[in-house]
C-alpha cells in the first residue's frame, strides 16, 4: 500500500497531466498524507497543474496542522497560492479536523485565514 502511495505523489509533483486544467475535483483519501505533504499539494502542485480545481477531499490522511501552510501564505511573495480558485476543502478524519471539532482556536484562525 504504501509503494502504490509513494507511487501517486511521486506522479502527482513530477507528470504533466494533459486534464489538469479540466479538472475540478481531486480526491485523495486514506494515503497517509501528513502536514508537509498537505503543504506541498496545496501551495505547489494544485496552483501550477490543477488551477481550476476548485473541489479538494483529503479525508482520513494524517494531517495534523493548517498553520505551517497559513504562515507560508503569508509570507507567500510570489502570491502562487492566492492564484487557487480552491472553494472546497475537505478535511473529515484527519488530526486537525478533530482539534478543530474540538475547538482548537489556533487552528480555526488557520482555517479561516486560508
Known amino acids: 500500500m504504501e509503494e502504490s502511495i509513494d507511487c501517486i505523489w511521486t506522479a ?3 507528470l504533466d497531466f494533459s486534464f489538469g486544467e479540466k479538472l475540478k475535483t481531486l480526491k485523495v483519501e486514506n494515503s497517509s498524507i501528513d502536514t508537509k505533504k498537505f503543504e506541498t499539494l496545496f501551495l505547489d502542485i494544485v496552483p501550477v497543474k490543477f488551477p481550476n480545481l476548485s473541489s479538494l477531499t483529503l479525508e482520513d490522511n494524517k494531517i495534523e496542522s493548517l498553520r505551517p501552510i497559513v504562515d507560508r501564505i503569508k509570507n507567500d511573495k510570489a502570491r502562487t497560492a492566492s492564484n487557487s480558485i480552491l472553494r472546497r476543502l475537505d478535511l473529515f478524519d484527519n488530526p486537525v479536523w478533530h482539534e ?6 489556533e487552528e480555526k484562525a488557520a482555517v479561516l485565514s486560508l
Open 12 to 14: 502527482l509533483r513530477t
Open 100 to 105: 478543530l471539532t474540538e475547538g482548537n482556536l
